[in-house]
T-cell receptor
């Protein structure tokens, strides 16, 4: 149990276009999901916390108008990178907090590799 | 600045060698501590976690970690590594005052040669 999926796994887009990444909890309901960004050979950096039915909480330095997060249901959160530029190329990972487990335990999706040309 | 530090960027070992990966954090107060592993091409998986109680934590695949509060450390150990342990290892912390978001270290790449 406690599986988190992401779609797509890889996406290549042209500069200026928007890209939507989906994060789904497959076998549990996640009231809270997190979005991370990972640069090569670097740590995962928290971008935002997504709570079902409310606005996402963004970390300092993350542009909320550029990285739109929607948590419309208890099993789905989406991250839309708007007007993508080459510097947005990165590995985006989501995680979901499992409400029945230890309070702070999270389960991670496999990540989405975004390449902006 | 508050952070999580992993001292070793890349560790290279032969099979059967012992492993210790360092992790230090700079948050005061109560923390939850985690080690995650990311095998090539796969997603992050939880190796072990510490919330409270016995500071020596046993995880999956023969890994263990020791929480030393006085040293703000949570080092990962394995007595005898295998080629299949080749992966990226991340230490992560949840400082209670910061909510439920994980704060990650930069990661350590472990390469095990057979």
């Amino acid at each position: 149990g406690a599986v988190v999926s992401q779609h797509p796994s890889r996406v290549i887009c042209k500069s200026g276009t928007s890209v939507k990444i989906e994060c789904r909890s497959l076998d549990f309901q996640a009231t809270t999901m997190f979005w991370y960004r990972q640069f090569p050979k670097q740590s995962l950096m928290l971008m935002a916390t997504s709570n079902e039915g409310s606005k996402a909480t963004y970390e300092q330095g993350v542009e909320k108008d550029k990285f739109l997060i929607n948590h419309a249901s208890l099993t789905l959160s989406t991250l839309t990178v708007t007007s993508a530029h080459p510097e947005d190329s990165s590995f985006y990972i989501c995680s979901a907090r499992f409400p029945g487990r230890s309070y702070n335990e999270q389960f991670f999706g496999p990540g989405t590799r975004l390449t902006v040309l | 600045a508050q952070s999580v530090s992993q001292h070793n960027h890349h560790v290279i070992l032969s099979e059967a060698a012992s492993l210790e990966l360092g992790c230090n954090y700079s948050y005061g107060g109560t923390v939850n501590l985690f080690w995650y592993v990311q095998y090539p091409g796969q997603h992050l998986q939880l190796l072990l976690k510490y919330f409270s109680g016995d500071p020596l934590v046993k995880g999956i695949k023969g890994f263990e970690a020791e929480f030393i509060k006085s040293k703000f450390s949570f080092n990962l150990r394995k007595p005898s590594v295998q080629w299949s342990d080749t992966a990226e290892y991340f230490c992560a912390v949840i400082p209670h005052q910061a909510g439920t978001a994980l704060i990650f270290g930069k990661g350590t790449t472990l390469s095990v040669s057979s």
